[in-house]
């Protein structure tokens, strides 16, 4: 059983930043790949950022530039570094464990212009 929970979210300006931050359970963390994704209102859950258990990540086209994922693994967390944030960012935001069923609770990133 792995447990997520994510934290960080809120209100900010068009230009503005933010971290969220997903705290993980489980012994074997550093072996899991992480991923970020969003869901805006009326639309698909989409992918936002992944990063492997090495440290690799990708990203959507959408946030390239301006998302960057990290982890660390000592403090079994990964995070999800937001700049030059725009309106069209805003949604729920989910951490996510790659290739499982196990998510956070999301928490809500409100961009306003």
């Known amino acids: 059983q792995v447990q997520l929970v994510e934290s960080g979210g809120g209100l900010v300006q068009s230009g503005g930043s933010l971290r969220l931050t997903c705290a993980a359970s489980?012994?074997?963390?550093?072996?899991?790949?992480m991923d970020w994704y969003r869901q805006a209102p009326g639309k698909q859950r989409e992918l936002v950022a992944a990063?492997?258990?090495?440290?690799?990540?990708n990203y959507a086209d959408s946030v390239k530039g301006r998302f960057t994922i990290s982890r660390d693994n000592a403090k079994n967390t990964v995070y999800l570094q937001m700049n030059s944030l725009k309106p069209e960012d805003t949604a729920v935001y989910y951490c996510?464990?790659?290739?499982?069923?196990?998510w956070g609770q999301g928490t809500q990133v409100t961009v306003s212009s």
């Open positions: 996510h464990r790659t290739g499982t069923n196990y």
């Open positions: 489980g012994s074997i963390f550093s072996r899991y790949f």
């Open positions: 990063i492997t258990s090495g440290g690799s990540t």
